[in-house]
């Protein structure tokens, strides 16, 4: 018979990953993960300050 093994492997995700998003489905001995990616940032304009001297 087959025995059971303990298998892990580590991955670094991305910037841009949804880790509230992941799964996870092993099917016919493979394994497959889905991570979504967030939406882009809008890229910030830049902001006036006004600066007062007293």
């Given at each position: 018979?087959?025995g059971k093994r303990?298998?892990?492997?580590?991955?670094?995700?991305?910037?841009?990953?949804?880790?509230?998003?992941?799964?996870?489905?092993?099917?016919?001995?493979?394994?497959?993960v889905t991570v979504?990616?967030?939406?882009?940032?809008?890229?910030?304009?830049?902001?006036?300050?006004?600066?007062?001297?007293?």
């Amino acid at each position: 018979g087959r025995g059971k093994r303990k298998f892990m492997r580590k991955f670094v995700l991305p910037e841009n990953a949804n880790t509230d998003a992941i799964s996870a489905v092993c099917q016919d001995g493979v394994l497959t993960v889905t991570v979504r990616k967030l939406p882009p940032h809008e890229p910030k304009k830049p902001k006036t300050i006004e600066v007062k001297i007293a």
